[in-house]
């Protein structure tokens, strides 16, 4: 193999994929990035066997090959040479991959990449078509909810449901749901269920660019695995075997209070409080406050033995009766951060029962939050 390719878009492929290597593992290949050329263009490949991604640059290809490399290694390297073209030769005899740039000449020992583990091809005419930017904003305002605890693995993934021209996101760590729903462009033909690793779907949103790609979702039919092809990345996850809760179950029909707050009041109120809840394991009481004859007001107020106290009120309009309820601030705050409209809608009904957050001018997402005990 012998290629030319720009130091930025090499360093910027290698930090796409980097993310996928196997930090720790028995099997050696599995530290590296498989660097081969395909059709015109250089291919860099990362894989855990639980998550791979792919990216492809453009590169001037003299001769075909291919050759795995210790990823940190050629990472690191790539990142000290300077902005000019690097060149690329593979010796398959030794399995060394030589790297010029400007006066720099090193040779890596690397691993054949008939040792790396076979990356599976979508079948992209059996994909559901997703705008980027759109999936982008669904997965921040889901993934968070996710559970981090092993023990439950169901948890740590997102439930996508794929129906007719709408897909559904839904994630629960067990105290908070988060659900947010969108509009294909198109019917699908067959309705689409599956659990994908939080973690896989957060990688997604961060390699996927802002402009107005789109991204083609495969699940190919018992693999158990989900492939998403972008223009020039593509990852692929295994999926979460298991049963996802009823969530729907779960989400209150009815609410006796319901109380409008601008976001970014109630969001800096959270953090102000944070700063003393974090003392108290995050909890903090919110006493929604409806006056007759003027707009009410919600006061969020945190308490620690070891930090002191904190009192923020916050202007609200309230319809219906007034209540106490705590929450784990930390939970409104990552809620919040990803509520894009100017008001909030807190729905309640009493301080043992679930709340509901909307997102007001938005009826796609909705995020239902347990109350925690007021001591």
Not at 12 to 22: I, K, N
Not at 69 to 79: E, G, H, M, Q, Y
Not at 126 to 136: A, I, P, Q, W, Y
Request: glycine share 6%.
């Amino acid at each position: 193999m012998k290629i030319s390719v720009s130091q930025q878009q090499l360093a910027h492929g290698l930090s796409v994929v980097s993310r996928a290597v196997a930090p720790r593992t028995s099997l050696p290949v599995l530290s590296n990035v498989l660097v081969a050329t395909d059709e015109g263009r250089l291919r860099l490949s990362a894989t855990n066997l639980e998550l791979g991604i792919t990216c492809w640059i453009g590169a001037q290809i003299s001769e075909e090959g291919s050759i795995t490399v210790p990823a940190r290694t050629f990472s690191d390297l790539i990142n000290t040479l300077p902005n000019d073209t690097v060149q690329l030769a593979v010796n398959s005899r030794t399995q060394t991959i030589n790297v010029r740039c400007g006066g720099s000449n090193t040779d890596i020992k690397g691993i054949d990449a008939q040792e790396f583990p076979p990356i599976p091809v979508p079948d992209l005419e059996d994909g559901v078509e997703l705008k980027v930017s759109e999936f982008k904003e669904m997965i921040q305002q889901v993934a968070f909810a996710a559970s981090s605890d092993d023990a439950r693995p169901v948890l740590q993934g997102v439930m996508v449901t794929v129906k007719d021209a709408e897909i559904t996101l839904a994630a629960t760590d067990g105290f908070r749901i988060s659900v947010r729903k969108s509009a294909l462009a198109a019917t699908v033909r067959a309705p689409l269920t599956a659990i994908i690793p939080a973690r896989a779907l957060s990688e997604l949103a961060r390699i996927a660019s802002d402009g107005e790609e789109t991204v083609t979702m495969v699940i190919p039919q018992g693999r158990g695995q989900v492939i998403f092809h972008l223009k020039d990345a593509e990852l692929v996850s295994q999926l979460i075997d298991g049963n996802f809760p009823d969530y729907r179950a779960i989400i209150p029909r009815n609410f006796k209070t319901h109380t409008i707050i601008a976001t970014a009041a109630f969001l800096k109120a959270c953090k102000q409080a944070e700063i003393i809840a974090r003392e108290s394991n995050n909890v903090i009481r919110m006493s929604i406050e409806p006056h007759t004859d003027t707009p009410g007001e919600v006061v969020i107020s945190a308490q620690s033995e070891s930090t002191g106290s904190s009192e923020v009120k916050v202007d609200a309009n309230i319809d219906g009766a007034g209540l106490v309820i705590a929450f784990n601030v930390r939970f409104l705050r990552e809620v919040l951060d990803v509520i894009k409209t100017p008001n909030v809608g807190l729905d309640t009904n009493a301080n043992n029962t679930p709340a509901m957050l909307r997102s007001l001018g938005d009826e796609n997402f909705m995020h239902v939050i347990m109350p925690m005990h007021l001591g």
